[in-house]
């Protein structure tokens, strides 16, 4: 089956802690990208990556930090987290053709509570 | 910069009726437009995708009309049924996709 896959579903954690969400996709999809939701803001790009190596900050970038050595793979990093950073994580992924994204896949979300 | 406009926030109509969610978008350069579905608490869902050089796309009860030239896109639900409700959120951009804030829907039995 298609999908993107995130880990974990729901965290909690202290301020300064460090911590990884994971995201994985089974589509070979060239373009991957993690988005936060808030109420009341909406869908925000934190990070996007458009292959291997190749990764770009989004809207709200700071505070994370993402890798993508893996084509199916695109962690998101928190070095320090703040309970400013509480929010539903989602990690998105498509195929690009002509550079352009085409449909996005959303994985089912990552709900962060930072104490 | 591109900002992608939803109107209304909420909606809620009787089962049955046809309804449209409308989305509107700033700068009309935009590769593709692009509707998704969120359950509460759920990820995103992609209904359908308008590319920039089409004007519609449809699957099964659900239409999708791109209007360029005025920065509009709508969403037209068929006979909508209980099943329907959730949020509808439209994204558009030329570099990157642009969210809207999505359109709350609550179809009533």
């Known amino acids: 089956e298609a999908q993107v896959t995130q880990n974990p579903r729901y965290l909690i954690t202290v301020t300064g802690k460090k911590l990884t969400v994971t995201c994985s996709q089974n589509m070979n999809h060239e373009y991957m990208s993690w988005y936060r939701q808030d109420p009341g803001l909406g869908l925000r790009q934190i990070y996007y990556?458009?292959?291997?190596?190749?990764?770009d900050k989004g809207d709200v970038p700071e505070g994370y930090k993402v890798s993508r050595k893996e084509k199916r793979n695109f962690p998101l990093i928190l070095e320090s987290p703040s309970p400013n950073q509480t929010s539903l994580y989602f990690c998105?992924?498509?195929?690009?053709?002509?550079?352009?994204?085409?449909?996005?896949?959303f994985g089912p979300g990552t709900r962060l509570l930072v104490l | 910069k591109q900002e992608v406009t939803q109107i209304p926030a909420a909606l809620s109509v009787p089962e049955g009726e046809n309804l449209v969610l409308n989305c509107s978008f700033t700068d009309s350069a935009i590769y593709n437009l692009q509707w998704f579905r969120q359950d509460p608490g759920k990820g995103l869902t992609s209904l359908l995708l308008i590319q920039s050089s089409q004007r519609e796309q449809t699957s099964g009860r659900l239409n999708a009309s791109l209007d360029k030239s005025s920065g509009r896109s709508t969403l037209y639900i068929a006979a909508s049924q209980p099943g329907d409700s959730a949020t509808y959120l439209c994204a558009g951009g030329s570099e990157k996709l642009v969210f809207g804030k999505g359109t709350k829907l609550t179809v009533n039995p």
């Open positions: 998105a992924s498509s195929l690009l053709i002509r550079g352009i994204e085409e449909t996005q896949y």
């Open positions: 990556s458009m292959n291997v190596e190749v990764t």
